[in-house]
């Protein structure tokens, strides 16, 4: 891989998304102002851009939709994720089902530890996605076995497939010459890295300063697959130094270790429209207007003034004071000093702000999600209501749906990796999990790691609604024709309630469980009989002995 090349690819892909960034940067000064360094430089711990802003109504409701989706669309109070096998016989097995299971809550263990990062990680995408409509965030193995590490829509660069997906992601990032010694010191010693000279003459005299460096992540062209190091597997990683026009390190992984999910965009845009963007022109007409309301105000309570007489002192406007002027006569009328009156309404200005405030609320969905406000609604309710809430957010929701499918496929990947070696048997001592996979599942191959959305759920329920339904048209039937019971599967009854309603697999019994359950209670049942017709045999002997026929 040429490196100029690569560099080359970052810089058209950089100028193809300058209208982005301006629209990004204006978005962050009103909706994110912890992130509105994209166009503009600031010193670290500049506050004055925030200072400047008169309304933080689109701050808070870029919070308030935030905390809404996470709430909706994945807390840890439900089971948002499945594990299955794409052959669904092989998920009732028993004991296939109970690995499942239990590798499912291992992950969400794992995700919702604090030392992972994952729920930081899911809020600060959520709200750029908001703002800014295209996320990204870094999956790696750190400090613990899976961390997530969001990035700043200012520190990436996207390209699409062939199939509209994003297969090709640039980072770019600074790192001090400290921190290129830490990271990739021990890998030059040992030759899978190399660090230009000028930056290792830096390691001791400056090692603080700073170079600009980029991280290209994309399918691997060529790759021997019968071979597992990393410079085979399937995503290639390239850091580039770009000073220096050097590659620094070559590096791989099995599946696309950033995860990225895009808003409603156009088809010959690689960047998403966010909600935020859409209500640019009314948070910054809100903005310009508290700001004239505030003049306004000020104006009204401390009005200029007219001097109408001559003082010797400078005037002393505090209440109660008192003031001499020279002059004994005025002219008719008029007083010595006057408040200049200004022409306008400051109810009116605030009617337009409240106004200008309900298109920002429309915008953001945040009326229309009020229905979540009903702390006595059914658990039915609360799924109905998730659905409609997935409804009406549409396309925006799409895209995080897009980003948490991408996120949990790279999840699942990372953690397995970890625990099982490449002919899929347990890794001793991994520390996560130390459950064999059953054999059956080993046997037949892939896995899949399933989101489940609430429109998913609500339809779920629905489902399960009309099957009970139909049995209970069945049993009032059958009050009448008794054999038409004989028309229900009813373990599969049993089973699709189950899979409907997403009960955890290990409260069924598999299949052949059943069936040796069921072999077991009649041989009991048979030899039951048996010992009863002996006992009856030798019961009615007895009589007829004591008959004496016999």
Partial sequence: MEIKDLIKKAETLASTRSNFETEWQNVADLFRPVKSNITVERTKGDKDHIHALYDSFPINAVSTLKSIVI??????????????????????????????????????????????????????????????????????????????????????????????????????????????????????EAGDARIHENITKCFDKDPFKEFEFQLHVLPREERDENKIDMLNKPIAGYWVDVKHKELVEEIGWDTMPIAVGRSEKASNELYGTSRAMMALASAGQSNQMWRQLNEATELALRPPLNINANYSKKLNLKSKALNYPEQKSL????????????????????????????????????????????????????????????????????????????????????LFSQIYDMNNDLIPNNGIFEKEIPDLLKENGELKIEYINPIAQSQKLNESASMDKWLADIANIAQFKLEVLDLINFDQVVRSKREVLNIDAELIYGIDKVNEIREANQAAQQQQQALMQEQEAVKTASMAKQSGLV
């Fill in 331 to 414: 002219a008719h009328g008029r007083s010595a000093v006057e408040a200049i009156v200004n022409v306008g309404s400051i109810a009116a200005n605030k009617d337009l702000i409240l106004e200008v405030k309900e298109n920002i609320k429309d915008i953001f969905f945040l009326d229309k999600l009020k229905i979540f406000d009903n702390p006595s609604a059914t658990a039915t309710q609360v799924l109905e209501l998730r659905a409609e809430a997935f409804r009406i957010m549409g396309d925006f929701v799409t895209g995080l749906i897009q980003y948490m499918d991408n996120n949990l496929t790279r999840t699942f990947s990372l």
């Fill in 71 to 188: 709430g909706l669309f994945f807390n840890r109070s439900i089971v948002p994720i499945e594990l299955v096998s794409p052959i669904e016989e092989i998920n009732e097995d028993i004991e296939v089902s109970e690995w499942l299971g239990d590798f499912t809550k291992m992950m969400l263990k794992m995700m919702f530890d604090p030392k992972s990062g994952f729920e930081r990680s899911l809020s600060e995408a959520v709200a750029d996605d908001i703002c800014f409509g295209t996320v990204a965030t870094f999956i790696e193995k750190g400090n613990f076995p899976i961390k997530y590490h969001s990035l700043h829509i200012k520190d990436f660069l996207i390209a699409e497939s062939k199939h509209g997906d994003v297969d090709y992601v640039v980072l770019k990032a600074t790192k001090t010459a400290r921190q290129v010694q830490q990271e990739w010191s021990a890998k030059m």
